[in-house]
């Protein structure tokens, strides 16, 4: 499956954007989805996930109650919806996804072997 990520952009702080990533080439609904980020000079880092055989979606600590993932396997594409924005929000996001994917590991940016290109969120004012 091949990953193509839009959406991105400049947003004041407070504002919202909505990601999207389309998903090519596979069995969408045979993946666990998940959004990371990487801001300039820092590790990626885990956003949030859903794990498609628990039917469950985890979140790191700064996205919960700000941003939520969703999934439309009619259009092969899963959303991040992330709102009340802030400076520290600023990087490049990414999605990815797995196969196989555990609970203990849903976190792990290894777990995941199939990732898209990114694209760059900046909220700033």
């Known amino acids: 499956v091949q990953l193509v990520e839009s959406g991105g952009g400049t947003v004041q702080p407070g504002g919202s954007l909505r990601l999207s990533c389309a998903a090519s080439?596979?069995?969408?609904?045979?993946?666990?989805m998940a959004w990371f980020r990487q801001a300039s000079g820092k590790e990626r880092e885990f956003v949030g996930a859903f794990k498609r055989s628990n039917a469950y979606t985890y979140y790191s600590d700064f996205a919960k109650g700000r941003f939520t993932i969703s999934r439309d396997n009619a259009e092969n594409t899963v959303y991040l919806q992330m709102n009340s924005l802030r400076s520290e929000d600023t990087a490049v996001y990414y999605c990815?996804?797995?196969?196989?994917?555990?609970?203990?590991?849903?976190?792990?940016?290894?777990?995941?072997?199939?990732w898209g290109q990114g694209t760059q969120v900046t909220v700033s004012s």
């Open positions: 080439g596979g069995t969408f609904r045979s993946y666990s």
């Open positions: 990815a996804a797995s196969s196989g994917l555990i609970s203990s590991t849903v976190r792990n940016v290894n777990a995941y072997r199939i």
